[in-house]
């Protein structure tokens, strides 16, 4: 297997052998198709133009790597604790997808190093560094497969840099933040629990919907009120962060309206 791994990279033309070499000390193997790869540390700010006329950046692997990381990690987690809840697994997922994780995660693995962008001070855009790492996992999943990827996230992820322990005792306060986000932009942040039921153990479950500015932007459930707010929030805060025209509208709505405040309707 090394012998079959120093023949390949000696083959690669001596103008190409640095970037495998780059990768594979992130990956642990050698790329097959090296321009997903640096596709995927290309930020929009460096973006190029394609012979096809398409602006190349990481923007669509990023996408595509953010739902293969939910995926995999949800795949994981489902094997590890099978006797937990669904409540359970959704919020460890949470915890470990955050954006937080992802950037440190990120910048262990080297990847800042490898990240091209024309954005003047990248200490304040921090989010490229997990944006890059997603679009990483979705380079891999091109050009590897699913196993691979997977087994990436498994062994050098979550093994290697990702103390599971730590994560399980942390909390996501997606609630919290969104209300900070509300407060800094003057838009009123409300919660609402809209249904209570039970599941087929007899355990009670809350769904809550959250409303920004007026507009409901986001829904969850969970086996608390608590938690279902959190949900809510998750998804409410997903799409802002994705939806850069959504959250102008909402900050013009309430431009000149009364200062935001937060309500909770249980």
């Known amino acids: 297997m090394l012998r079959r791994l120093v023949k390949r990279i000696k083959a690669l033309p001596h103008r190409g052998k640095e970037p495998y070499l780059s990768f594979y000390n992130v990956l ?18 460096s973006s190029i133009r394609s012979e096809k006329g398409r602006w190349v950046n990481n923007e669509r692997l990023e996408f595509l790597g953010d739902a293969i990381l939910d995926a995999i990690v949800a795949d994981i987690l489902y094997k590890d604790f099978e006797h937990k809840k669904e409540g359970f697994l959704t919020s460890t997922r949470s915890r470990i997808v955050q954006r937080e994780t992802l950037n440190k995660l990120a910048i262990d693995l080297g990847l800042d190093k490898l990240i091209v962008s024309s ?5 304040h855009n921090t989010n490229i560094y997990g944006d890059a790492l997603e679009a990483l996992i979705g380079a891999i999943y091109l050009d ?10 498994f062994e050098t992820l979550i093994k290697q840099h990702l103390n599971i322990d730590k994560v399980l005792k942390s909390e996501v306060d997606f609630k919290s933040r969104l209300i900070e986000w509300g407060q800094k932009n003057r838009v009123e942040v409300n919660f609402e629990v809209t249904e209570s039921t039970y599941d087929a ?12 500015g007026g507009a409901e932007i986001g829904s969850g459930k969970g086996y608390s009120k608590k938690e279902s707010h959190q949900m809510a929030a998750k ?23 009364s200062p935001a405040s937060t309500t909770e309707n249980e």
């Open 119 to 123: 954005t003047r001070n990248l200490a």
């Open 144 to 153: 590897q497969g699913y196993r691979v990827a997977k087994k990436f996230v």
């Open 235 to 257: 998804v409410a805060i997903k799409k802002l962060r994705e939806n850069n025209e959504l959250q102008e509208a909402l900050v013009e709505t309430t431009r000149n309206e």
């Open 28 to 45: 642990g193997f050698y790329p097959d198709r090296i321009d997903l790869y640096k596709e995927a540390m290309t930020h929009r700010s």
């Open 201 to 212: 153990q007899n355990n009670p479950v809350f769904f809550s919907r959250v409303k920004v």
